[in-house]
Structure formats: structure tokens, C-alpha cells
């Protein structure tokens, strides 16, 4: 599974280091990329800024996206995403803390594969970590990258 690098797209310190702790003690080892806002998030996706020059050709095997992002909120990151072919069947969980209607709407009509809400308690934050990494690690067949 170390081939299957997963973007992390989080702005709150807190809520980066408990993912990365959860996916660790989850037994998913896969390399993390965090991106800390939505512009850091496109670059990296796109081999720009200071991504530039990285081979955009190696894509997450699944993007964690929050929607309260600086620069760029997660909304227009998926907009952005899904109107480009190369990215457009990437697979993103949008994993916040917002349990807001139109968020969850706009996701889906955005085109977002998965919406997350975190969990408050740690443990419980965890298993929905753990499962998240099972499905779109494991089980999930991604679509193909080259069409």
C-alpha cells in the first residue's frame, strides 16, 4: 500500500495530527501529503507553485478533503478538481466537522464520492478513519488514470 499516497487538504493542527494518528494506528502506512489550504491542495495536484515540476502522472490514491479552508475553500477544490480530466476521477471524502445541508448537497452535486462528517470523541474519530482507509485503499477499485 505504499504506493497509494493519500492528500490530506487540512487547516486545523489539531484535526492533522489526530488523521495522521488514527491512520498510523490504523495500520494504514500509506505516504500522507497534507496540504494546509485549498490553493496548497490544487498545486500539489496539478505540479505547481511550489509543487511544481512533481510528476502529476502519480495521483492520491484518495484526496481527504475539509470544506473550511483558507485561500480556497474544499467546495471550489472539488469544483476545480472534477472540471479537469486529469483529476476528474480521483477519489475525494470530504471530512469535516460541518453537518450543514447545503455543504453536504453541494458536495454530492460537485461530484464528491464520500461525505464524512468528524466525529467528536477520538475513538470514534478513529474507527471512521480505519474505515475509510479500508474501503478506498483496500476494497475500492479506483477508476483507470490514463483514459
Known amino acids: 500500500m505504499h504506493d497509494k499516497v493519500i492528500l490530506l487538504v487540512e487547516d486545523n493542527p489539531d484535526d492533522e495530527t489526530l488523521t495522521l494518528r488514527a491512520l498510523k494506528k490504523c495500520k494504514i502506512l500509506n505516504d500522507v501529503v497534507v496540504a494546509h489550504d485549498g490553493a496548497e491542495a490544487l498545486d ?12 502529476t502522472s502519480v495521483h492520491p490514491q484518495l484526496i481527504l478533503l475539509d470544506l473550511k479552508l483558507p485561500k ?12 479537469d480530466p ?3 476521477l480521483l477519489p475525494v471524502t470530504i471530512l469535516t466537522t460541518s453537518n450543514e445541508e447545503r455543504d453536504i448537497v453541494t458536495s454530492y452535486q460537485l461530484g464528491v464520492n ?11 474519530f478513529m474507527e471512521a ?12 477499485i479506483p477508476a483507470p488514470t490514463h483514459i
Open 129 to 140: 478513519v480505519r474505515q475509510l482507509g479500508l474501503y478506498w485503499l483496500v476494497l475500492n
Open 44 to 55: 500539489y495536484l496539478f505540479g505547481t507553485g511550489i509543487y511544481a515540476g512533481r510528476d
Open 72 to 83: 480556497i475553500d474544499g467546495l471550489e477544490v472539488l469544483k476545480s478538481l472534477r472540471a
Open 86 to 88: 486529469r483529476t476528474a
Open 114 to 124: 464520500s461525505y464524512v462528517r468528524k466525529p467528536v470523541d477520538s475513538d470514534s
